[in-house]
């Protein structure tokens, strides 16, 4: 299978301004905004779609794949799921911190704020089972930022609230 690593380098880019764009605006907000949270992972989903076949994650373990290219698309995805915690996170922030019968303050509703909670704690999910499998093919290595970047955000999401 040929991988074109233009494509590859392209996407996490398209994927690391989107994870920008989520700090500036989603987190610029005063109050959690579950309008701002549609559209960000409608971007966030349309993004992941739109991956070329060879880049989707079961493809990636599936197909004869090399072996540096397969780590760079797990790199790109973990990327993604860090993009998607960094922006459904903030909701469980919201739901834990909030003082007992105090009111809801969101544009959105506590079930969707939920919602958004479980996205958050399914992409933690991944998170970890990426690195496990980047671990099974010695593919971690000491000062990998991306590795240590996202592989804290799990804990920080899981243990952390």
């Keep these: 299978m040929v991988i074109d690593v ?30 701002l949270m549609d559209v960000y992972m409608a971007k966030l989903n349309k993004w992941h779609q739109e991956l070329p076949r060879y880049m989707r994650f079961g493809t990636v373990l599936d197909e ?8 760079s698309i797990m790199l790109i995805h973990l990327t993604f799921l860090g993009a ?17 019968g105090s009111p809801w303050v969101c544009d959105g509703t506590k079930e969707e704020a939920l919602h958004y909670m479980g996205v958050c704690i399914q992409a933690a999910e991944n998170v970890a089972r990426i690195v496990g499998c980047l671990y099974d093919e010695q593919g ?11 592989s804290t955000c799990p804990l920080i999401t899981i243990c952390g609230y």
């Design 84 to 100: 998607t915690m960094l922006l459904t996170r903030r909701t469980i922030m919201e739901l834990v911190s909030r003082p007992p």
């Design 64 to 71: 004869n794949i090399d072996q540096g290219s397969r780590r």
């Design 140 to 150: 971690l290595f000491k000062r990998c930022w991306m590795i240590m970047y996202v």
């Design 6 to 35: 233009d494509v590859m380098q392209s996407e996490l880019g398209k994927i690391g301004f989107l994870a920008t764009d989520i700090v500036k605006n989603v987190y610029a907000a005063d109050v959690c905004s579950m309008r």
